[in-house]
């Protein structure tokens, strides 16, 4: 298969989480045969902290403009599947271009879909509009359970499926390290993710003086108080995070407010940790039951005294026992390679839906 993918980036990993996203899906996509060709807008913040700038498993281009992308028709409309992503600049006038292009399978990954589904709902097309659902052949989703139906019946996609993240367990090993943090976190800044930040790691270290925390990640406003046993750490590249996860006896996972509400979207950090044998403390969203079973391999708080009973009462045996059975979950089911396979299952299903209805290719 010929597939062709226009992503919010690839090449940077700087202040976002897509990036570590389609690394680890294309890679295992093209270790089973197909050819890949990734185009990015080249963007200065991007540009300024690029980590992969020439990928081994896929062809890869920046383009300036809309111009200098139209310039990639040949390669779009030769594609046996285009795929565009989420949050793309301009990404509207990018899916028009695809759509009008494309012979083969046209598909929306959004890796974000809470988010867009709330913007859209405020009327707000940044990247993506109702008319280009109903015209993708395909709604690849990082969230699942009862949005996919929204997604059919309401904006009219002819085929959405769930395509949660995943992680790369070669590029996110267990490792043996001592501890430095009691409790980790790793993401970029997010005003709706703030307050539960505060409420399950700011305000369990001012209560637990003696014990050590982090927060890592790019965009932190300036007027944020930490307490003296925070670290800050403004940004970990993704080769660095099996060491970040491995110096810490547990890390929390913290969802945006949209994604709460919507469910079913498990963030790839928490698939990292986990691959990486880090016991994982996660805010409550419905569908969590779904990816990890909790109380055996994920931890779960709502509040500040959560946290500090789980820190406190979770001894070396248990952490230990919730962690393995974390990782055995995910090299089960969450890995590239089953994503791969979906993906491809996904794109098949899109090809017989067109074959069925006699929709040309």
């Known amino acids: ?22 690394r680890a899906l294309l890679r295992a996509f093209a270790a089973r045969g197909h050819s890949v060709t990734f185009l990015e807008r080249d963007v200065p913040w991007y540009a300024a902290h690029r980590d992969l700038p020439e990928p081994d498993f896929c062809r890869f281009a920046l383009y300036h403009d809309l111009d200098e992308l139209a310039g990639w028709r040949r390669e779009i409309a030769a594609a046996d599947a285009v795929i565009v992503g989420s949050y793309v600049p301009e990404g509207v006038a990018v899916g028009r271009l695809v759509q009008r292009i494309a012979v ?15 913007k859209l709902s405020r009327g707000d097309y940044e990247y993506v509009s109702p008319a280009l659902i109903a015209g993708y052949d395909l709604y690849l989703s990082f969230t699942g359970g009862p949005t996919l139906d929204v997604l059919e019946a309401e904006y009219g996609s002819p085929l959405a499926r ?33 307050a539960s930040l505060d409420r399950l790691l700011l305000d369990a270290a001012r209560r637990a003086p003696a014990l050590r925390f982090v ?6 406003p300036d007027d944020i108080v930490w307490p003296v046993n925070v670290e800050r750490v403004e940004h970990v590249a993704p080769d660095a995070h099996p060491e970040f996860y491995a110096e810490s006896r547990f890390t929390l996972n913290v969802t945006r407010a949209d994604m709460v509400r919507a469910g079913w979207s498990p963030s790839v950090r928490l698939f990292e940790a986990a691959a ?44 230990e026992r919730i962690a393995a059975a974390a990782r055995a979950r995910v090299l089960a089911q969450h890995t590239a390679g089953h994503r791969a396979e979906e993906l491809e299952a996904h794109l098949n299903a899109a090809v017989t839906r067109r074959a069925e209805e006699k929709i040309p290719l």
Request: hydrophobic share 40%; net charge negative; glycine share 10%.
């Open 276 to 319: 990486c044998g880090t016991p994982v403390i996660s805010d409550p969203w419905p569908g969590l039951s779904s990816v990890f079973e909790p109380g055996d391999e994920i931890l779960i708080a709502e509040t500040t005294d959560d946290v500090l009973a789980a820190l406190a009462a979770t001894g070396p045996g248990d952490r």
């Open 215 to 220: 927060v890592a990640g790019a965009q932190y």
């Open 1 to 22: 298969m010929k597939l062709v993918v226009l992503g919010l980036s690839l090449s940077s990993a700087w202040g976002n989480g897509h990036a570590t996203t389609w």
């Open 104 to 118: 083969g399978i046209t598909a929306f990954y959004d890796i974000d879909t809470p988010v867009t589904l709330a």
């Open 162 to 194: 769930v395509l949660y993240c995943s992680v790369d367990p070669d590029a996110y090993p267990k490792l043996e390290r001592t501890w430095r943090w009691d409790l980790s976190y790793l993401g970029t800044w997010s005003a709706d993710r703030q």
